[in-house]
């Protein structure tokens, strides 16, 4: 555990650097995984040395994606709660309705979202590559397996037409037909949902989900109790999907019959951040109700960047200024919970993850079918980001190991 | 517009949602009938039941014929509990205030469920799930056939119930004038509490195949009674027929609309709308569903 910090076993005791989030929590969508496990990376930090000997003070806030709400919350973490750096929060808006005011106050945000916001705006940084490019490489995975026309279905809310392009653009650069569906959720009636999509894919087709897990899972068993599963070439989902849960509540039988698009890496990987995490996880993430998935290895990724950032912090001064700075400099992150090196650095747009694996359920767990694969380039926002890249090499270049060599380890 | 071929398979799913909005919205119009009770926490018990009996196969080792017994018994005694302690106190209140009271008891019993099994996904197949047969190309699993089989079988055996017997007759009796079966000797309270078991037993078993056909989800499960309740509605929370046929009417629009993509993602709407013109046609003739009890 003492990977976590420079000083094992060493309470930090000094003036506390204050950080703060905004994260979804309402009936059906519950992402608060993600900041009370950047909490558990901090606490460990805290007991390991702090950051010069100043502990992480980590305050968050639950919202229920009302604006004005959440407009709120960013206001008080500056004003009332004084946090010089916002960091692993995990919204499904929140990207969307505070960026204008972190680019005001110059607040370069690492979380996890889903708003295009989080992606396309130069304030914002995510360990994630959210909905769109993820769908984006499952379309890709079904389509190597095989299926000639994809029948893509999403949840009915706000943003799923710019959810939509990206599947469209790359299916039409892979020349396979695509339909789009929405459903409105909570799904009340998966059984016809799942005919309608086997029906719209056909035989040589595959059906693509974006939904959170469990209506995921209603459409996947519906399918599943109909005999449908066979009917089409091949079944893909988006990250939500890539957790233990799905796969254990799907059973044996769609074992390698669904293909996952995983943004992060398996958890039970043997790489020594994913070890580092399940340590962190089971010493300090009580409060992760989720356990081990997708989204709790974000929150662990966006608290091991801003440790990261603060321990390159020359001198003793931890105000906005310098920590978002150092926020803004982190670039060439190489961890082995995601395919290549993670940066931020001063760009109109932020997608540092975009390549990654596809996974597919195996005996109630999820593993590993295909390993690091470019999200495709069809995708506008995915070739912008590659041109950023080719402009500036040392993004992706791997400067740092993560975790920071720690005293004694 | 999709061919008849295409259809098909989607009356086989209409036809088995139907039947469980037919059996929950059962459950509802006989609670109403005997006590005045429009039950809105219906779907929250079923919910609650089912989560429970997932629990107790996964986490406590239970097999699964006690676990969904202790469903469908759980649904009986929460909803039993709910009637006798706010049953008599609400009693003289307006109709509307005891269907909110209930709102107060899903809304609890969902925060219970949204705080203990957050939403995270999960699944309780029913073994009668993983086999069927085909007609005409169509699958049906058997717990597709029970539905339907069940809802008709609640139909038949409460309209028997309440011509035939004597806790029958009283809960009938109720239903027309709740002062003047009690100055006759019913004992009313007895009979409500009848009801309200067995209401609640619908419930559960409601919910348990509710999780298997729609999704074990909390929110779900709880809000998927306002189908019911526009069946219920439709019979203007009298007629157990009426409800019946509005009940497999309302799942079978939903399920045909499905594969028509240009209305499909508006099917939702379908027991509103269903409920609306229903509602604007009778009401017409015989006055509104909620004072229906009393006339």
Known sequence: MSKCGTKPGVKATGTPIKLGAIATKQPGTDFTDGVNMAQAYFDCVNDNGGINGHPIQYKYYEEQTNPAQIAGFAHKLIQSDKVVGVVGGFSIIECAVDHKYWESLGIYEIDAGIAPECYGTPNSAAPNMGPRYSSDGAVQGVVRAGAKKIAFDQSNVPGTGYIAAGPTSVAKSLNVPIQQFKDNVPIQDANSVALKLVQAAGPDGGVVLNFTPPEALKILQAAQQQGLQDRVKAWGCSTPCNTDFVAKALGTQWDGKLLVNAELNVTDSADPQDTLYRAVFNKYGSKVSGGLGSFSQMGFDMGQFTTQALESIKGNTYDIKTVNTALKNLKGIKTGTLCRPWYYGQAPAHIPNNSDWTTTPNHGKMVIKDGCIPISAADPGIAQVRGIEQKDPGLTSPTTNLPPLAAGS | ?295
């Not at chain 2, 926490?41 to 919910?47: H, L, S, T």
């Not at chain 2, 019993?109 to 007609?135: C, Q």
């Not at chain 2, 409601?206 to 779900?220: E, F, H, M, R, Y």
Request: glycine fraction near 10%; charge should be neutral.
């Open chain 2, 1 to 295: 517009m999709p061919s008849w071929e295409d259809f098909k398979p989607f009356i086989v799913t209409g036809l088995a949602l139907g039947g469980v909005y037919a059996l929950s919205g059962v459950g509802m119009v006989v609670l109403y009938r005997a006590t005045g009770v429009l039950n809105l926490a219906f779907g929250a018990v079923g919910a609650m039941g089912a989560l429970l009996s997932w629990q107790l196969i996964n986490h406590n080792g239970w097999a699964e014929g006690p676990a969904f017994l202790f469903c469908v018994l759980f649904g009986g005694a929460i909803t039993l509990l709910y009637g006798v302690l706010f049953g008599p106190p609400l009693s003289s209140r307006d109709p509307l205030v005891k269907a909110v009271a209930t709102l107060g008891l899903a809304l609890i019993l969902l925060g219970v469920m949204d705080l203990v099994w957050s939403d995270k996904a999960r699944s309780m197949i029913l073994p009668t799930s993983n086999n069927g047969f085909e007609v005409s190309d169509v699958f049906v699993n058997y717990t597709e056939v029970i539905a339907m089989g069940f809802a008709i079988a609640v139909v038949t055996f409460t309209s028997a119930f309440l011509r035939f017997t004597k806790t029958g007759t009283a809960m009938r009796a109720l239903a027309n004038d709740r002062e003047i079966t009690a100055t006759l000797g019913v004992p009313v309270r007895r009979v409500e509490a009848a009801a309200w078991l067995g209401s609640g037993l619908l419930s559960g078993a409601a919910g348990l195949l509710l999780s298997n056909l729609v999704g074990l989800d909390a929110a779900t499960l709880t809000f998927l009674v306002i189908s019911s309740l526009a069946a219920t509605l439709i019979g203007r929370l009298r007629s157990i027929t009426v409800t019946f046929v509005a009940a497999l009417v309302i799942g079978l629009v939903d399920a045909l609309i499905t594969p028509i993509l240009s209305i499909s993602e508006y099917r939702d709407m379908t027991p509103f709308v269903l409920a609306t013109v229903a509602l604007l046609v009778l009401s017409g003739r015989r006055g509104s569903a909620l004072t229906g009890r009393a006339g």
